[in-house]
T-cell receptor
Framework: GENVEQHPSTLSVQEGDSAVIKCTYSDSASNYFPWYKQELGKGPQLIIDIRSNVGEKKDQRIAVTLNKTAKHFSLHITETQPEDSAVYFCAVFGGTSYGKLTFGQGTILTVHP | GAGVSQTPSNKVTEKGKYVELRCDPISGHTALYWYRQSLGQGPEFLIYFQGTGAADDSGLPNDRFFAVRPEGSVSTLKIQRTERGDSAVYLC?????????????FGPGTRLTVL
């Protein structure tokens, strides 16, 4: 089955800095790569996603890049704010994991004011 | 609009008891998913419905776990003879489609504690 590795497990930045979280996956047939933000006591919230026919997607301060050849994708957050502090999960869909998302282990992002 | 709702938000039960967890998906979403999230981990897939039928139940850990979606909307996850290892947050998600791309929207989860 699909295997998703996410790094780093924790990330601490100062307000205004950029944050980058990276994920690698194993199934080259995977075709959809969402990112979720989870705050304490809440369910994961979809913040951005990218499809396999696109290399980069941006939405205001967040962007995602995909390298299909290397089987990795990254979340970039610019001009971080304290309210960006949360746990971020990458996920992978498609290929042999058709019908379900396979999640990474999560990154705890802390933005210090 | 209304998102995915799950009830109860918290459930405390004793080892060996039976529990039911309910999920109300976003109206019109045909695909419904159950995941389990242990502390400090990402969600892990349990079962997926397309309409009323379970399209993939390969993530259910054993036969104590069962889920239904009789009318293609609300779903219930049922756990028999609960064990302490079943303690986790159970998340439900729904999606307007399951192919070719699969935006899943999650509910707040049910925190299950088995004493």
């Amino acid at each position: 089955g699909e295997n998703v590795e996410q790094h780093p497990s924790t990330l601490s930045v100062q307000e205004g800095d950029s944050a980058v979280i990276k994920c690698t996956y194993s199934d080259s047939a995977s075709n959809y790569f969402p990112w979720y933000k989870q705050e304490l006591g809440k369910g994961p919230q979809l913040i951005i996603d990218i499809r396999s026919n696109v290399g980069e997607k941006k939405d205001q301060r967040i962007a995602v890049t995909l390298n299909k050849t290397a089987k990795h994708f990254s979340l970039h957050i610019t001009e971080t704010q304290p309210e960006d502090s949360a746990v971020y999960f990458c996920a992978v869909f498609g290929g042999t994991s058709y019908g379900k998302l396979t999640f990474g282990q999560g990154t705890i992002l802390t933005v210090h004011p | 609009g209304a998102g995915v709702s799950q009830t109860p938000s918290n459930k405390v039960t004793e080892k060996g008891k039976y529990v039911e967890l309910r999920c109300d998906p976003i109206s019109g979403h045909t695909a419904l998913y159950w995941y389990r999230q242990s502390l400090g981990q990402g969600p892990e897939f349990l079962i997926y419905f397309q309409g009323t039928g379970a399209a993939d139940d390969s993530g259910l850990p054993n036969d104590r776990f069962f889920a239904v979606r009789p009318e293609g909307s609300v779903s219930t996850l049922k756990i028999q003879r609960t064990e302490r290892g079943d303690s986790a947050v159970y998340l439900c998600a729904s999606s307007p489609r399951d192919y070719p791309y699969n935006e899943q929207f999650f509910g707040p989860g049910t925190r299950l504690t088995v004493l």
